[in-house]
């Protein structure tokens, strides 16, 4: 291994900051790192007051013996690690990798889609498929061109990269799912595609490729506390049969994930969230430190 | 010049009391329920041991807790000797004194019982056990270091006793705790107001000073394999104990509302998450108002308790037996209802209702009659046509069981049975060499005595696999010991008169030497 042994896990020990609200960490635990696949992810604890949030594993690097999350600061505990979480800090709690690892089977052609949050986690699958051999067509979706990150990475990786805004300020101006039209109108034979970003794009993804028939996977990010399949908190309707994302997942079925579902059940502790997010405003207000900016309303 | 010998009538009657916090106080407080004793309650309530020569109660304690011994010790006052005869089958006193299902094990087969209220050996346990906390005292027997590395899966009931026993049996013991802390359902099940945390960790530090090591933040199996413990990582044998914990729902309609949760995320955010003292600490719980649990067992009893004191205004018991057959034990649901529970016996949730906001409303049940026994001994529960009401609720809690952890069984070879527990032998070997299980993940849900009983059997099971011999000196019974015996009869003996013959032998009563 090439890593310090006598460094601490769990030590930040790279950030970078791609917009206002998305930041990324690279975090060092070397085993946590070499178990690493494609498609799982960890929780954090920032600290020993913490709660636990569940984050999907945006990358890993075994040599250097550290994982990747990108995480955007929506809630209060992700605004507030936005504050805290600066290189050589340690998170009181980093726990791993938990779910089924993606299974990339032997499809040839691929669209990996990822979304705002998603378009993170979504890298790692698309490495693996071009690693098994598959023509991958990357597909990102932003909503500006001033929040574009990562678009090297996949660059690497894909074999073609179309990008979406919102505003057309960068790549073809519509949602991911313009993007995938567009594909799928070139690329009649594409097999499989994954789908990573906030449930109503996921949604609207699996719509997408359902007339089609394209096998379409998606990763779920219900609200959990220990992601060891105990409290049950992140059950999931997968057509009439009920799941735990942790342990049963986090990739299922798209065309047959109950979205609504989930959306509603992401709103559980919107009341509390927000109670706790103002509070966290104003307290950062007392200590004279700038206000994270307004978020945006994805995921729970 | 032989003690003067008790009878059932020169000893006390009545059966100690244990000081309570006031039902009414305590139903809005996290802080304990039951007192422990005090010095002269324990020795009144030790002398009320017949000292009989039968020992019912060491062959009711699923770890043989030499009963008699300890309580003896407790009436010549050798309160530090009653603790080393407890510690040496029970590593965690203060806790099995607490949680142990006493009236169905030890204290269901006391001969005192037989006539008058039993003996508290539950109670007389919990107070050898805190006053060993609170004097610091610990048995850290010289070991000899065997050379042999294990690991443990599971930093509850079943993994800390098996821990303890390979520890003192020389071996490198390395605990893997998937939680940030260690304990598992003694910290993020039972509630604080039935077993303190703090008296948790006062025994797990007694672990650590044991040479054991915890290692929190551990998910095996994801982070590496139960193979990989014994391939790569230098690990001569593996205990499991991840225990059961994946929270089994009824299929009913309504139950992926908002305000639908398992008793055991209501407890993990209560207890371990810290949530009911939001927001110092960030893990949230809005407390229901009116809050129905589902199920009568001892998780059900914490989840109703806990909910009562976050603050709900009516808490209410649904289930479909009568309290008859309600599986918590006895002293729980008298505190339940002292505390003002309301409970619905003979009755079965079928639909929970939604508020129009994907919230809970309600939860509309029918009532039940009993029927003929089923397998299990229990008279079948058998709907009334007609019956159906609604319970009002804004948040209903399930606590009808658990099924088995898949992860383990997802990412190793092991052989499970068709529920998916892990299949072992007699001897709690799985069917990978050198790796032994037990507690729920093995039997599915049952007591903390009963997973730490599993954990002490697979450490002797796996004792004997490593070739360690002669390690059970630490545990072996004083009276094995051939100098404490005269004529082969025990010294400890307090009656000679008493001491049975052994079988096969004449049987008549030993004479007096």
Redesign the interface.
């Known amino acids: 291994m090439h890593t310090d042994p006598t460094r601490p896990r769990n030590e930040i020990v790279r950030r970078e900051d791609f917009s206002d609200v998305t930041y990324l960490l690279e975090v060092r635990h070397p ?2 790192a070499r ?1 690493a696949r494609a498609g ?1 992810f960890v929780i954090v ?1 920032p600290h020993e ?4 949030i569940p984050l999907t594993i945006a990358d890993f690097d075994r040599e250097r013996g550290t994982v990747t999350l990108v995480i955007q600061a929506v809630g ?2 992700t605004r507030e690690m936005q504050q805290t979480c600066k290189v050589g800090t340690v998170l ?9 690892p993606s299974h990339i089977g032997t499809a040839r052609k691929v669209m990996c889609v990822g979304g705002g949050l998603g378009v993170a986690p979504v890298f790692p699958q698309a490495r693996a498929y071009k690693e098994s051999g598959a023509y991958v067509i990357g597909i990102l979706g932003f909503r500006n061109r001033d929040l574009v990150f990562w678009e090297d990475k996949f660059r690497a990786c894909c074999d073609e990269l179309i990008l979406c805004t919102d505003d057309g300020s960068a790549g073809i101006k519509g949602l991911v799912t313009e993007g995938m039209k567009q594909a799928m109108a070139k690329h009649p034979d594409i097999d499989e595609c994954v789908a990573i970003g906030p449930p109503v794009m996921m949604k609207g993804c699996a719509e997408a490729t359902r007339a089609a028939g394209i096998k379409t996977v998606v990763s779920l990010n219900p609200v959990m ?9 992140c ?1 999931v ?1 997968i057509g009439e049969i ?1 799941k ?1 994302a942790c ?2 997942g986090p990739d299922f079925d798209g065309h047959l994930v109950d979205f609504d ?1 989930l959306m ?2 992401l ?3 919107k ?3 927000r ?2 997010a103002e ?1 966290f405003n104003e307290s950062c207000r007392m200590r004279n430190i700038e206000a994270a900016p307004t978020t945006e309303g994805a995921t729970g | 010049m032989a003690a003067k010998k008790k009878t059932i009538r020169t000893i006390p009657q009545e059966r100690t009391p244990a000081r309570e916090q006031d039902p009414v106080v305590r139903a809005r407080n996290f802080a304990e329920v039951t007192h422990g004793y005090r010095v002269e309650d324990a020795l009144l309530e030790a002398d009320r041991c017949l000292m009989c020569p039968d020992q019912p109660c060491v062959r009711g304690c699923p770890v043989n807790i030499d009963i008699p011994v300890f309580i003896r010790k407790i009436t010549e006052k050798n309160f530090h000797g009653a603790y080393d005869t407890i510690t040496a089958t029970n590593l965690l006193p203060a806790v099995c004194g607490r949680v142990c299902p006493q009236e169905n094990q030890c204290e269901g087969v006391c001969t005192v019982g037989d006539s008058l209220e039993p003996v508290a050996i539950g109670r007389l346990e919990r107070w050898v056990g805190d006053m060993a906390i609170a004097e610091g005292w610990s048995n850290v027997p010289y070991i000899e270091p065997s050379g042999y590395r294990v690991g443990i899966v599971g930093s509850g009931p079943a993994g800390m006793a098996c821990a303890a026993d390979m520890a003192k049996a020389g071996c490198d013991v390395t605990v893997f705790e ?3 802390e260690a304990g598992g359902v003694l910290k ?1 099940g039972i509630p604080e107001f039935r077993l303190p945390n703090s008296v948790v960790d006062a025994e797990i530090a007694k672990l650590v000073q044991l040479g054991i090591k915890f290692e ?4 095996v199996g ?3 394999s139960i193979e990989q413990m014994i391939e790569e990582m230098g690990f001569h044998a593996v205990f499991i104990g991840t225990g059961a ?3 089994s ?1 009824m ?1 009913i309609p309504g ?2 509302l ?1 305000g639908v ?2 008793a ?2 209501l407890l ?2 209560c207890n371990l ?2 949530a009911r003292e ?7 719980l ?1 407390p229901g108002r009116r809050v129905a649990v589902i199920g009568a067992g001892n998780t059900a009893m914490d989840a109703l308790r806990v909910c009562l004191r976050l603050g709900s205004e009516r808490v209410s018991c649904v289930y479909r037996r009568s309290r008859k057959e309600a599986p918590a034990r006895a002293e729980e649901i008298h505190h339940a209802e002292q505390e003002g529970i309301e409970f619905h016996w003979l009755t079965s949730p079928v639909e929970v209702l939604d508020d129009g906001n ?1 919230g809970v409303r309600g939860l509309r049940c029918v009532r039940m009659e009993l029927g003929e026994p089923d397998a299990s001994g229990r008279r079948r529960p058998i709907p009334v046509e007609g019956s159906e009401f609604d319970i009002e609720a804004d948040m209903v809690v ?1 606590a009808i069981g658990t099924n088995a ?3 383990i069984g ?1 990412t190793s070879r092991l052989k499970l049975n068709s529920r998916g527990y892990i299949d072992t032998d007699e001897s709690l070997a799985t069917s990978i060499a050198g790796v032994y299980a037990g507690g729920d993940i093995v039997t599915g849900a049952a007591t903390v005595i009963q997973a730490m009983g599993a954990g002490r059997r697979a450490a002797a099971s796996m004792r004997a696999w490593l070739g360690l011999r002669d390690t059970d000196s630490v545990y072996r019974d004083v009276r094995d010991d051939p100098a404490r015996k005269l004529f082969g009869i025990e010294l400890d003996e307090h009656d000679f008169a008493l001491v049975r013959a052994p079988a096969g032998a004449s049987t008549t009563p030993a004479a007096t030497p």
Not at chain 2, 216 to 219: A, E, G
């Open positions: 085993m946590l178990a799982q604890m007051h913490g709660e636990r209060k505990t009181h709690a980093l726990v791993g990798p938990m779910g089924i506390v220990d992601g060891t399949g105990m409290c049950g908190g059950r309707k009920v735990f342990v049963d579902d509603f059940r709103q559980r502790f009341a509390t969230e109670e706790a509070r | 998937a939680f940030h993020y929190c933040n551990t998910l994801r982070l590496f914990g994946y929270p729902f299929g139950e992926s908002n949760l398992s055991n995320e993990t955010r998450m810290h939001f927001p110092s600490y960030d893990t949230p809005p994907r399930y952890n898949p992860i997802q």
